[in-house]
């Protein structure tokens, strides 16, 4: 019973293209969120959504559009991938907005080459 | 900016207790504690979180300081598989939760 997953968990490309990663939660959450790991394991919120409406944009480049179809589901499109996306990303939910806690997915790492 | 300083790493032998502290000295009124944790290639689990009185779940025990400057998170019988890093956010009543660099809690055998 996976509560927050996330495909792919590991994402090759090459610069310049357009990717996606899917994100869903079975928790019936309201709340849900982008994070960036980087190389020297610094993790960063990038979004959060709730009721499917953008509540927190981390002044993160218009190349990463979030879309959230449902409350269930947050996908993070990346256009024009650069070198420096390379990272873990992780997908997380909570029951509603300052949720105490926050679920997270295992992450995807995504390599650009 | 994370508003938390914690040791880069510790260790623990394993059955005893693991005190793991934290500095947050700029911390306001309204502001909580939290502790998550990132075992090896997975992403963070919650812990506890707490806002000047102690607290104890399942999992640990969080103790804050009467002026709340500093708290400490306490692993009381530690295991193998609680090597990870432990991560000390002090949070606000927004959803963000700002991520420092932790520590790494190494138990060993």
């Known amino acids: 019973d996976t509560a927050v997953s996330q495909t792919p968990k590991y994402l090759v490309t090459q610069m310049g293209n357009d990717k996606s990663i899917k994100c869903e939660q079975n928790l019936g959450h309201d709340t849900m969120y982008w994070y960036k790991q980087d190389s020297k394991k610094f993790l960063k919120i990038m979004f959060s959504y709730n009721n499917k409406e953008l509540i927190i944009n981390e002044t993160v480049p218009n190349r990463f559009s979030p879309k959230s179809p449902d409350k269930a589901h947050l996908n993070l499109h990346i256009n024009s991938l650069e070198l420096g996306d390379s990272a873990v990303y992780f997908c997380a939910s909570s029951q509603a907005l300052a949720a105490n806690e926050q679920f997270f997915g295992p992450g995807t790492r995504l390599t650009v080459l | 900016d994370a508003k938390t300083t914690q040791p880069p790493s510790m260790d623990c032998a394993e059955g005893r207790a693991a005190n793991l502290p934290c500095n947050h000295s700029?911390?306001?009124?309204?502001?909580?504690v939290y502790w998550y944790r990132q075992i090896h290639s997975q992403g963070p689990q919650y812990i506890i979180h707490g806002l000047k009185n102690n607290e104890t779940n399942e999992m640990a025990s969080l103790i804050i300081t009467e002026d709340r400057k500093s708290s400490t998170l306490i692993l009381p019988h530690a295991t193998l598989r609680d090597t990870a890093v432990y991560y000390c956010i002090v949070r606000d009543n927004t959803d963000k939760l700002i991520f420092g660099t932790g520590t790494r809690l190494q138990v060993f055998p």
């Open positions: 700029t911390i306001s009124g309204n502001e909580y």
